[in-house]
């Protein structure tokens, strides 16, 4: 009887041990989630700053690339078969169809 009721404690440390590392692991994984999430929380002011500058901007500024990063990258026309302008940019691929 005493030998069942240390056989059946034995089995819960192999369990646990188990439980532990899944824990770790979750922890580790939750924590870089964590910081990643309040590296771009603290990203967000200096952003909105730029949606609210990008309306002074002149010509065909990649509205993107403004507000994510702080550069002024000038769009490139692209060949188009209708009325409109198309128009990319080289740095992060953003298309547009601009009307004349
Ligand atoms: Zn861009």
């Known amino acids: 009887m005493r030998k069942e009721l240390v056989d059946l ?9 188990r439980s ?9 994984e939750t ?7 309040k590296a771009e929380a603290s990203e967000l002011p200096q952003k909105l700053k730029r949606v609210d500058s990008y309306r002074h901007e002149k010509g065909k500024i990649c509205p993107h ?3 994510n990063v702080g550069k002024r ?11 409109e302008d198309n128009f990319k940019c ?6 547009i ?3 004349p």
Not at 90 to 95: A, M, N, Q, W
């Open 31 to 37: 924590t870089a989630k964590l910081h990643a999430l």
């Open 65 to 67: 690339c403004f507000v």
């Open 20 to 28: 532990a590392c899944l824990l770790e692991r979750q922890i580790a």
């Open 90 to 95: 080289k740095t992060c691929g953003f298309e």
């Open 9 to 17: 404690a034995l089995e819960r440390k192999d369990e646990l041990s």
């Open 73 to 83: 990258i000038e769009l490139t026309s692209m060949s188009s078969e209708t009325n």
């Open 97 to 99: 169809s601009l009307s």
